[in-house]
């Protein structure tokens, strides 16, 4: 029988079409059932000032090993929002080698994923100021729908644009928008169904009509909106703080009807070094959230400095823990890693 491949394994678990094991995304340690395509910035562009990213937003970081945050809000003042430019994605030179890089991904097996930093609220509070947007969506609100509706026109196009370049090469969208705190989101649920629900899903229809799946990670305690995002057409939605959410409760809630990209807590579980806490969570996790038929891809956080991991042992002794649970639930491990136990 040919082996499956990476594409087909990931495919098969978000859609509960029974893979043969748990698929994987850490790079970290060379095994990786997705590889990444996007465009670049285009010929010509040059950040003005130090930090500066193509929507205009400058980013500051501390000594601390992490992404930073946004410092200076190109549209604080948002009257200028009518004369503000966001980046071109139309623009040919994004695409150059594009190609190239997408047939190397695709001769490996892997399934191929585009994506956006930021897709919506995150990107409007970079422009805009985070406190200044939270209380624009009460007191500004045509203002806030015109900030939105350009930053979903330009995603859209995106899509769009990548789709047009590359049909039926693109197999998932995974896009970023932190929409937590530790014990709530950042707006109730109906401000996020009035206002959200109907932008988000605009783009999401637009990664589906491309024949994408959608991906969207989000940190924080995010349980109700999870809800808007399965209603929206999310398939995996990446979640790093499964303690803080509730595994029991989540799994209640969305087993079965929505996939899920996790590992053991981020915040809870990695950085105490914790063995038995990691065994924990990774049988909680396949219990409540894993589906005998799919629905669980294992993934990594990218910096262990920026999570406080200091014990370099700690996240192979994840792997391991899940492999076990893999093979148990689906008959087969996750692959071999060439690194000492």
């Not at 000594?63 to 980046?87: A, C, N, R, W, Y």
């Not at 009035?194 to 605009?202: H, I, M, V």
């Amino acid at each position: 029988m040919q082996q499956m491949t990476s594409r087909e394994i990931v495919s098969r678990a978000i859609h509960f079409r029974n893979p043969p094991r748990l698929p994987v995304t850490i790079g970290c340690f060379g095994v990786d059932d997705t590889g990444w395509i996007g465009g670049k910035a285009p010929a010509g562009w040059k950040p003005s000032v130090a930090g500066e990213d193509e929507w205009g937003c400058v980013w500051d970081k501390t000594d601390t090993e992490t992404m930073g945050q946004v410092k200076g809000h190109p549209l604080s003042d948002i009257s200028k929002l009518s004369s503000f430019h966001p980046p071109d994605y139309c623009a040919p030179s994004r695409y150059v080698d594009m190609e190239a890089r997408l047939d190397k991904v695709e001769a490996q097996g892997k399934y191929v994923v585009s994506s956006i930093f930021m897709v919506l609220f995150e990107r409007m509070h970079s422009l805009h100021g985070f406190e200044d947007t939270l209380v624009g969506l009460y007191d500004d609100r045509p203002a806030m729908e015109d900030l939105a509706d350009m930053i979903v026109e330009t995603h859209v196009t995106l899509v769009r644009e990548i789709s047009r370049r590359f049909p039926g090469r693109i197999n998932g969208w995974f896009m970023s928008d932190d929409w937590g705190t530790q014990t709530a989101a950042f707006v109730s649920f109906d401000m996020w169904m009035d206002f959200f629900f109907p932008r988000y899903k605009r783009i999401f229809d637009a990664m589906h009509e491309a024949g994408c799946d959608v991906w969207v990670h989000s940190c924080g305690k995010i349980n109700e909106i999870i809800e808007g995002y399965i209603r929206a057409g999310v398939n995996v939605v990446n979640l790093q703080q499964p303690r803080a959410l509730g595994i029991r409760e989540i799994g209640e809630r969305y087993s079965g009807r929505i996939a899920f990209h996790s590992l053991a807590d981020i915040q809870a579980t990695l950085p105490t070094g914790d063995r038995q806490r990691v065994t924990e969570d990774a049988k909680m996790l396949m219990t409540h959230w894993a589906r005998s038929h799919g629905g669980f891809i294992l993934c990594d956080y990218g910096s262990d400095v920026a999570i406080g991991v200091k014990d370099s042992g700690i996240k192979r002794f994840m792997y391991d823990e899940f492999s076990r649970q893999s093979q148990a639930l689906y008959g087969e491990a996750l692959p071999s890693l060439a690194l000492p136990a």
